[in-house]
């Protein structure tokens, strides 16, 4: 059942009347399983305990305006205010719109952000990604979480792990993963809300290499910035030719890794397609193949890396573990503040 007040009423006790004199319940009775539809006009205050009907109840202090829509099975207790088209306030402390027309958030990872939302963080907060034009082996996809960030809840930790096909640098192999992580203020349009980038390149061997820059000021240098989408100011994401080492800083990737790893700041951003893999204990997916994103049709064509699980055991091809990347402790980057 949908609830759509579109703002005319005045509450008196548990009593709703209409814009026309007569109670609402008269109007639409709320256990019908069709649509109730309540027309209002003006500004509606609601108060205390107010049942709507059809599962879907407002508890504590709600103050709804302009166009609200709640269908389906929705609590909101406590102190839920819902303003304009829907910006909902969870006890995350993260502002996150709800969706277009008031839509419910939907939150399949659990982790009391909505889907919607950080697939849109993931989109307009994405760093500019430096690839060299001329690395033969940049075929790649890149999962990502997003979670409220665990030192402060009105920030956004995000971890992206960038997963190409093949290393085809010095001792090349199969499977690549490199990761980055940001912290996010998604009250801040980017690229001013990305705070602080981390990048470790080659993890775990001896040719690893910790970089981070940001906004956060006193120790912590500045990104280097390059345009993207013609918004400048955005983070570079640098990445080895063909090692695909990633770096904060071109002068931290040239020579790396034994004069192995050089990087270029590129002409534009290499932006592969991305899908949110969701949390360890409420996955959104278990399968890059079945989801779309390692296919034969997309070009990839190692056996070895179709029907990958990013929360399983296994390693990616001849990297790591991707599983382990989304947890890493290592990738938690600060909850500052410019």
């Known amino acids: 059942m949908k609830f759509l007040l579109r703002v005319c009423l005045v509450v008196v006790a548990t009593t709703w009347w209409g814009c026309e004199g007569a109670p609402l ?4 009775d709320a256990d019908d399983d069709s649509d109730v539809v309540v027309e209002v ?4 205050d609601v108060g205390g305990d107010a049942e ?12 709804v305006g302009a166009d609200v829509e709640v269908g389906g099975d929705a609590d909101m207790g406590g102190d839920a205010e819902v303003v304009g088209d829907a910006d909902v306030v969870g006890d995350s402390g993260v502002d996150a719109d709800a969706g277009a027309d008031g839509e419910a958030v939907t939150d399949l990872d659990l982790d ?27 075929r790649s996809i890149i999962v990502f979480r997003v979670r409220p960030h665990p030192e402060d809840a009105t920030l956004l930790h995000v971890v992206m792990d960038r997963l190409f096909e093949e290393d085809c640098g010095l001792s090349g192999h199969v499977g690549d993963d490199e ?31 910790v970089s981070e820059c940001g906004r956060c000021g006193s120790g912590v240098e500045p990104c280097t910035a390059a345009s993207r989408g013609g918004v400048p100011g955005f983070p570079v994401v640098f990445y080895s030719l063909g090692k695909h080492g990633s770096y904060m800083s071109e002068g931290s990737c040239d020579g ?12 534009e951003s290499s932006e592969p397609p991305m899908i949110n893999v969701g949390e360890p204990g409420a996955p959104l997916v278990r399968d890059l193949t079945a989801a779309g994103m390692i296919t034969a049709e997309a070009g990839w064509s190692e056996a070895d890396l179709f029907g990958y699980d990013p929360w399983g055991p296994d390693d990616f091809g001849g990297a790591g573990s991707v599983a382990a990347d989304l947890v890493d402790d290592a990738f938690l980057t600060p909850a500052c503040r410019p």
């Open 256 to 267: 790396a890794c034994f004069l192995t790893n050089y990087c270029t700041l590129a002409p």
């Open 41 to 44: 006009g003006g500004e509606a």
């Open 25 to 28: 319940a008269s109007q639409a």
């Open 52 to 63: 709507a009907g059809a599962d879907a109840e407002v508890g504590g202090e709600a103050e």
């Open 112 to 138: 009391g952000v909505d889907d919607a939302l950080e697939q849109r963080v993931a989109e307009e907060y994405l760093p500019f990604l430096s690839v060299d034009p001329d690395d033969g082996c940049a």
């Open 179 to 209: 990761v980055f992580a940001m912290t996010v203020d998604p009250a801040v349009p980017a690229p001013a809300g990305i705070l602080v980038v981390r990048a470790i390149s080659h993890q775990d061997t001896l040719c690893e290499h």
